[in-house]
Structure formats: C-alpha cells, structure tokens
Nanobody, 120 residues
Framework: QVQLVESGGGLVQAGGSLRLSCAAS????????MGWYRQSPGKQRELVAT???????NYADSVKGRFTISRDNAKNTVFLQMNSLKPEDTAVYYC??????????????WGQGTQVTVSS
C-alpha cells in the first residue's frame, strides 16, 4: 500500500503565501503524475495543478501565475507554493499520485487533505 501525507495548510490573510507538501511512502517502484486538487463546501473537487515525473506541469486557469507545483523525485514528495492567496482559494487541498508498486502494478492514491483558509 501507499500513503500520501500532506502538510503545510493553515490560515492566512489575503495576499499571503503558503507552501503545501505531500510525501508518498510505502510500496513504491516509481511515481507517475503527482498533483493537487481542492474542494470547497458544496463544490466538486477540482484540479489545481499536476506535474509529471519529467517535470511537465499543468495548472488550473484560476491559479496560473500565483501557484507553483514542484516535486522531489528522490524523496517522493510534491510541493505547492501558493502566493497571492485569495479568499476563493479557501478549500481542503488533496494530494494525488499515480504510483507503480511494481512495473505491472499501478494504483491511484489520495492524501487525507489539508485545510487552507484565506481570510479577507
């Protein structure tokens, strides 16, 4: 099994910054795409940003220019640097990873979520 553990959420004023981290552990041969998603009350979970194992990134339009996703492949960790935060960024942020336990055994995993609250 694979576990994803997020950290770095919290309360911040509008215009401030936060950095989220997500570390994968367990039976890992390699990790494909890693990403961050978020969910606000009453809304569906939405993509924030993804990054492939080679470093290609993809962002939601709402966070382009403000958020940066990165990863440390040696430590099986993905980061989300969030700058110029807005109240509408308030949500539970979830880490996601596509993990090969072996060359043939693949699974998609989610973290438990970390709360980000941006006050106006």
């Amino acid at each position: 099994q694979v576990q994803l553990v997020e950290s770095g959420g919290g309360l911040v004023q509008a215009g401030g910054s936060l950095r989220l981290s997500c570390a994968a552990s367990g039976r890992i041969f390699s990790i494909n795409t890693m990403g961050w998603y978020r969910q606000s009350p009453g809304k569906q979970r939405e993509l924030v940003a993804t990054i492939t194992s080679s470093g290609s990134t993809n962002y939601a339009d709402s966070v382009k220019g403000r958020f940066t996703i990165s990863r440390d492949n040696a430590k099986n960790t993905v980061f989300l640097q969030m700058n110029s935060l807005k109240p509408e960024d308030t949500a539970v942020y979830y880490c996601n990873a596509g993990v090969f336990a072996t060359t043939m055994l693949y699974g998609n995993y989610w973290g438990q979520g970390t709360q980000v609250t941006v006050s106006s």
